[in-house]
């Protein structure tokens, strides 16, 4: 039973360029939430997916920020336009979903480390 | 003020110490209460999980929880030298029927040999 899978594991896009990070839920599991996490600073909230549909997007930057969990395949960390202060760790995590035993205790990813030049 | 509240230290003791970890937090809603681990260069990984006020034990760690302060701990006892990592408190309310959890900045803990 692999664990929750994100590549790449590193990224490197100049200014301007655009970032996709890929993360794939543990079996079983249907909900995708995604942190930042700064050099020397704790894990941000920036979204919470289900399948098909965006719970909770309160930690997303307004602009050049997206996110999907489609039915089918991984969940996408879309980054548009990148600028150096994209450059961070984003890390994903997963969770069986509200109600299941353990529901409220996330696995996560070994993370995607996004180097913006 | 933030709902989570750690020192980032940084921490370093002698091996075979006795680590204390602290959090406090201000929002009444949090009901789930968790520690992770995470190595350099990792992802976090889950250390203990706690739901109720008092003690829990797992080996070497134990997770306090006092909800009437709005305080949780996490103390390492005989500490060794692959404790070394950074900790993380994180806390969880239910929200509109989805969890949100909430971590603290983290604590990154060296132990001396």
């Known amino acids: 039973n692999a664990g929750v899978m994100q590549n790449p594991r590193h990224l490197v896009r100049r200014r301007g360029q655009e970032a996709r990070l890929r993360c794939s839920p543990m079996?079983?599991?249907?909900?995708v939430y995604w942190y930042r996490q700064l050099p020397e600073e704790g894990l941000k909230f920036m979204v919470y997916?289900?399948?098909?549909?965006?719970?909770?997007e309160s930690g997303m930057p307004k602009e050049r920020f997206s996110a999907e969990f489609p039915k089918e395949g991984p969940s996408i960390l879309r980054i548009q336009q990148v600028v150096r202060g994209d450059s961070a760790a984003y890390f994903c995590?997963?969770?069986?979903?509200?109600?299941?035993?353990?529901?409220?205790?996330?696995?996560f990813g070994a993370g995607s480390r996004l180097t913006v030049l | 003020q933030k709902e989570v509240e750690q020192d980032p230290g940084p921490l370093s003791v002698p091996e075979g110490a006795i680590v204390s970890l602290n959090c406090t937090y201000s929002?009444?809603?949090?009901?789930?209460f968790m520690w992770y681990r995470q190595y350099s260069r990792k992802g976090p990984e889950l250390l203990m999980y706690?739901?109720?006020?008092g003690n829990k034990e797992d080996g070497r760690f134990t997770a306090q929880v006092d909800k009437s302060s709005k305080y949780i701990s996490l103390f390492i006892r005989d500490s060794q030298p692959s404790d070394s990592a950074t900790y993380l408190c994180?806390?969880?309310?239910?929200?509109?029927?989805?969890?949100?959890?909430?971590f603290g900045t983290g604590t990154r803990l060296t132990i001396i040999p």
């Open positions: 995590a997963s969770l069986r979903g509200a109600g299941a035993p353990g529901a409220n205790v996330l696995t």
């Open positions: 079996k079983g599991h249907s909900h």
């Open positions: 997916l289900q399948k098909e549909n965006i719970i909770d």
């Open positions: 929002n009444s809603a949090f009901q789930y």
């Open positions: 706690t739901y109720s006020s």
């Open positions: 994180a806390m969880s309310a239910r929200m509109g029927g989805n969890e949100k959890l909430t």
